[in-house]
Structures are given as C-alpha cells and as structure tokens.
C-alpha cells in the first residue's frame, strides 16, 4: 500500500467523482474497484469487497440532507479493518473511518454552503487521515492533501456547471489528482513498513541467500 501508481489512481478517483454526482452507482463501483486494487494490491475478492464498502459508504453519505454518516464511517471501519488486517497495518480503523468520513463532511460544507472559503480545513483534514494511516507526519503529506483538496475545488465546479462528462474541466481536475498521488508517494514511499511485513521481507531474503531489505506497500464524498 506504499507503492501504487499515481496516474492510474489520479484517473480512477476522477472516474469515481464523475459516477458519484452523477449517480451511476454501477459505474462508481467497477471504478472503485480498479482504484482498491491500484492503490493496495489486495487479492482480488479482498479489492471486490472492499469496493463493495466504499460503495456502500458513499450510497449512505450522497443523499443530501438526510444522509448517514454513522453508517458510512462503519462502512468504512470495515474497509480499514480489510485493510490493516492484510497488510499488519498498525493504525486504529475505527479512527482512520472517522477521519475519512470528517473530510467528507468538511468539503460538503464547503461546497454547499461556503464555496469562496479558504480550503485549508480540508487539507487539514486529509492531512490527518493520511498521516493515521499510513503512520507518518501531517506535515509529510500536506502537499498531496493539498493537490486534492484542490482538484474537489475544480469537481465541485463542474457539479455547479451541470456535471457534464464532456466537460474539459474534468482533464484539469484528473491532473491535480495524480499530482496528488505523485506527491502521496513520494511521501510514503519510504515510509517504515509494519514488523510483520519487515520479518516476512527478512525470510525472502534470508531464503535467497541475500542481505534483507524492508520492502514498502501503498475515495470518494461530497
């Protein structure tokens, strides 16, 4: 989950915005699933059914104002559940679900309600969520926060606009996206990987008669 590649994920995110607000919940899971497997490299039933939360979570969080957000964080709990339990991540689900969910509920607010406000609540809050999870400094981070914060900016005016899927908007948006997985990357590239991870590198390497090495791993709302 620390090596993915941005410009593949930059375009899978775009896809699954453009299903959201659209409502085409078919085409928001098949992108889902591509954007799961890109980003974590789970098994194959492991991405299906942790796209299948994602879905579920974001069903729960669209409808506007008589949403769910208790369910789409538990939605998501599971989804990090899924995913600390295949990876020996050591992060708390139940906190990094509620941080996901507190970016959605930040950018609602900002897209609704106070669109000439300064962004920075929700770099903060996407900041946070990546820091938890993958278990470096905020500061670390900021710029992929940034770089996304920035491309939901150009989404939402492209919900204002009509949500036209020909809208040339949509290329810019995709661009601030994989700059922010490029910059998400750099950051955790090199980030400590989790024992488990670290003792099961060190038993390859021993096997192969070689010095070891930690090998490092690698949303929608509004």
Known sequence: MRRFNPLALGRLECATWVAYYRRRWGWFL???IGMVRASFRMSWPRTVYGALLVLRANQLWAPVPDNDPDGARRAMRRFYRLL???YGEPFDPIEAARREVE??????YLQRDAPEEDTGPLVDALAALYAHVYQVPAARVRLAATERAEAMRISDRWVADGCDPANPALATERAALVRSYAALLAAVHHSAAPAPQKRAAAARSARRGRRSTTLPDGRAGG
Not at 103 to 108: P, Y
């Open 30 to 32: 098949w992108s889902a």
């Open 84 to 86: 600390a339990r295949t």
């Open 103 to 108: 970016w959605w509920r930040i950018h609602r």
